[in-house]
């Protein structure tokens, strides 16, 4: 069964900083997405990534892909406070072409 | 087009009595996901439609959950005789090609009393 793990599950941190959350995976999966969710708020996709290696940038989120290692890193440049939010990443199995296996998510609180 | 849109959203119901939550997904998307969020997790995987045809249901899925997509548009997901255990967030999602994005409506808030 595919497992899908994201830590820290809760950061809080001061604008500024630079942190990176990690998910972690537990078998082979050729896509893995990344989403933002504000609080009552549904999900907004970020990035998604489809290849070993692959690398996206969008603002101050950079997210990486390693499939032999089976992580994926969202990296978070200089926090503003607007970034606040549970981001979750969710991976496609090898052996469905439409199911999504989602992590529990990272809460990232940014103080001003 | 304005996206995904699911209604109502919110809806609070006696145990027992039976919902049924809708979904409209973008208009070119002939696929759609049913999913359900409780509080601190990630989403958990319902349904899914191809056009009108429901291709997969998770096991999670009991007898109690229907899921139709009559004409390929939009969709209906209903819960008969609720239980407290049925409350979360219910999310619908869309997308054109089959491991493309999927892109979520606002949900459907379930409250079983």
């Known amino acids: 069964e595919l497992k899908v793990e994201q830590n820290p599950l809760f950061l809080s941190m001061q604008e500024g900083k630079n942190y990176t959350i990690y998910c972690n995976y537990s078998t082979t999966s050729d896509r893995l997405y990344w989403y933002r969710q504000d609080p009552g708020k549904s999900l907004e996709s970020l990035f998604v990534?489809?290849?070993n290696g692959a690398v996206k940038q969008e603002g101050r989120l950079m997210a990486s892909l390693d499939t032999k290692a089976r992580l994926s890193t969202l990296h978070i440049t200089a926090a503003v406070h607007d970034l606040s939010a549970t981001y979750f990443c969710?991976?496609?199995?090898?052996?469905?072409?439409?199911?999504?296996?989602w992590g529990a998510g990272t809460k990232l609180i940014i103080k001003p | 087009d304005t996206g995904v849109s699911q209604n109502p959203r919110h809806k609070i119901t006696k145990r027992g009595q039976n919902v049924t939550f809708r979904c409209d997904p973008i208009?070119?998307?002939?696929?759609l996901y049913w999913y359900r969020q409780t509080l601190g997790q990630g989403p958990e995987f319902l349904t899914y439609?191809?056009?009108?045809?429901?291709?997969?249901k998770s096991r999670l899925l009991s007898d109690r959950f229907s899921a139709e997509r009559p004409k390929g548009s939009f969709s209906t997901l209903e819960i008969q005789r609720t239980e407290q255990g049925d409350s979360a967030m219910y999310l619908c999602?869309?997308?054109?090609?089959?491991?493309?994005?999927?892109?979520f409506g606002p949900g459907t808030r379930l409250t079983v009393l």
């Open positions: 969710a991976v496609g199995p090898l052996d469905s072409n439409y199911q999504l296996i």
């Open positions: 208009s070119e998307h002939n696929r």
């Open positions: 999602a869309s997308s054109l090609l089959a491991m493309d994005t999927q892109y």
């Open positions: 990534l489809l290849s």
């Open positions: 439609f191809q056009n009108e045809a429901q291709l997969e």
